[in-house]
């Protein structure tokens, strides 16, 4: 079974479908003009990119395994692979610098087409980028291109089939190059469902959701997608690894894990097996109002820990709830105090609604007051489009950006304070810093923050500053670099003070064995 389902591609140098880009909302425009005014950004016009580093002979071999259709070195596509979609990156993207272009995008259409091209980079040294959906916000779509005779793209978009349906087991295997929507699609028409939804849904892959260790907005039902894996099948430069032959083994170390989370260093992933359930009924999302954020937060430790998680579950901090949600009638009518918190329920009728007067009676025993239905469905229904709203603010001249990180419940409260004063310190003002609570677990949180400011002349080392600001104290305080949004090259540092010298050691270890040659995504990853 095949996608029939078509994304739109990514602008090179905006989020998503070309067709949504739209100009700042008034309402929005007229705070962006009030905190920080207003300088729209002239576009800068495309350049034309650096010829091909490949020997011709070399694009012939790969056209020779893949058909000339499917190794493409034109400036559109080339621009299309070019980075993620951080700030950083589309600020770059925005001055016209592409340098970091691939030298092809080569387009394999099965397992051993993906090994086949392995091979000949092996044999002519060259670096390989895999690339599913071209979300990755941590620089991880960038290879080191130094010492290479030329890097290329490995777009899996052609894997786009669902292999199997397991209806007796409840597991999908899945190829890696299926977007959200698509895998959706093919599974809704099975009767099943991933349950699946990061932010970047309508674009992240079934491949880049393994390879990031992805967290969805529906992680409290469902779980992250790394609990949601059972089997992998990855080609490396040094052959098949087919891992995951029952629901749980005690065969040793999961060696599972080596992958997920391996953007792509060890091995390009080509198969995913996962859990699925049944396509819920009925979902029903409502909000709540509480006075405070830690009154919120420790509710939601509370819902954690009593086993009673619904599926959605997240939690807007005082500024966050009053920019996002200004509308009093969305939190109670009263004022945009207090803090805003989402439940969401899906299921069957019987089972959504015995979940949600469970959850109702903790939350009001605790304090927290039901506004009804109308701020959960206005959540859902603009779920995925923060992204466009990003585009709109650089267009103002605001620099907008998001960082993440988790720790125990018992640090959350240090967490927030530090890692908020630092941003707060480094943007200086005018700045603004929201943060959410949106994955949570028995022993902790994730807290995901998001930063607007004044863009300066030269926006990179203003984030620069303040995104070390921030991973120093995630560090200091004990916590991780990252929750869901993986390491790339900006979380390295980091990572190497996270793991130890020792977990360095390992994992260069693991990248000698698998990709002895280092063509795999070199420079990502592996401090």
């Given amino acids: 079974m095949s996608s029939n389902e078509q994304s739109a591609e990514m602008h ?7 067709a949504r880009a739209q100009a700042l909302p008034a309402e929005t425009r007229g705070l962006v003009e009030m905190v920080f005014g207003l300088e729209d950004r002239p576009a800068v016009p495309e350049a034309p990119l650096a010829a091909p580093a490949i020997e011709p002979t070399v694009l012939a071999a790969l056209v020779d395994l893949l058909g000339d259709d499917h190794v493409r070195t034109d400036d559109d596509t080339r621009r299309l692979r070019t980075r993620g979609k951080s700030t950083p990156d589309l600020v770059k993207a925005r001055t016209g610098d592409l340098t970091d272009a691939p030298d092809a995008v080569v387009r394999p259409g099965n397992h051993d087409e993906v ?15 895999p690339f599913g959906g071209g979300t990755s916000v941590t620089g991880g779509l960038v290879a080191a291109r130094a010492g290479f005779a030329g890097v290329l793209s490995l777009d899996l978009v052609r894997m786009k089939r669902l292999v199997s349906v397991d209806h007796v ?39 880049g959701f393994a390879a990031t260790r992805s967290s969805g907005q529906s992680s409290a039902g469902y779980g992250r997608f790394d609990a949601l894996v059972v089997g992998l ?73 009593s086993g009673l998680l619904p599926s959605v579950l ?27 918190m989402i439940t969401g329920y899906e299921g069957e009728p019987a089972a959504v609604e015995a979940k949600r007067a469970a959850v109702t009676a903790v939350l009001a025993g605790l304090g927290g007051t039901c506004v009804g239905t109308e701020a959960g469905e206005k959540w859902s229904h603009g779920r995925f489009d923060a992204p466009y709203l990003r585009d709109s603010m650089l ?16 640090n959350v409260e240090r967490l927030y304070a530090d890692v908020k004063t630092a941003l707060t310190a480094s943007l200086g003002d005018p700045s603004i810093v929201l943060c959410h609570i949106s994955h949570v677990y028995e022993t902790g949180c994730s807290l995901y923050f998001t930063i607007a400011a004044k863009e300066a002349a030269d926006p990179l080392p203003q984030w620069e500053r303040a995104k070390v600001a921030a991973s120093d104290a995630m560090v200091a305080a004990g916590a991780t670099i990252t929750h ?18 020792l977990g360095v050691s390992v994992l260069r270890a693991v990248k000698a064995d698998l990709d002895p040659t280092g063509i795999l995504n070199p420079g990502v990853l592996i401090p």
């Avoid at 140098?13 to 070309?18: A, L, T, V, Y």
């Avoid at 997240?314 to 805003?340: F, K, Q, V």
């Avoid at 267009?395 to 018992?410: H, I, N, P, R």
């Avoid at 869901?484 to 010298?501: F, N, S």
């Fill in 233 to 305: 099948t990855v080609a490396t430069p040094r052959g098949r690894v087919a891992l995951g032959s029952a629901p749980a083994n005690a065969a040793g170390p999961d060696l599972r894990q080596l992958f997920l989370g391996s953007e792509g260093t060890f091995g390009v992933i080509t198969a995913v097996t996962v859990r699925v359930r049944r396509v819920p009924v009925q979902k029903v999302y409502e909000g709540w109002r509480w006075a405070s954020f830690a009154e919120g937060a420790a509710a939601m430790r509370a819902l954690a820990q």
């Fill in 484 to 501: 869901h949004h993986a390491v790339g090259t900006d979380h390295k540092p980091w990572l190497a003070q996270e793991i130890g010298p």
């Fill in 395 to 410: 267009d103002a001249g605001v620099l907008v950006e998001t960082l993440e990180t988790a720790t125990f419940w018992s």
């Fill in 169 to 207: 087991s409840m597991t999908a295997t899945l190829e890696p190059g299926l977007r959200g929507p698509e895998a959706e699609a093919l599974l809704a028409a099975e009767g099943v469902t991933l349950g699946h939804y990061p932010q970047s849904w309508e674009y992240a892959s079934i491949g």
């Fill in 12 to 18: 090179p140098s905006r989020w998503g479908d070309p």
């Fill in 115 to 129: 090994a086949a091209v392995l091979a000949l980079a092996v044999e002519h040294h060259l670096a390989v980028v």
């Fill in 314 to 340: 997240r939690l807007s901090d005082e500024a966050e709830t009053a920019i996002n949600l200004a509308d009093p009638d969305a939190i109670g009518g009263e004022s945009s105090a207090g803090c805003l």
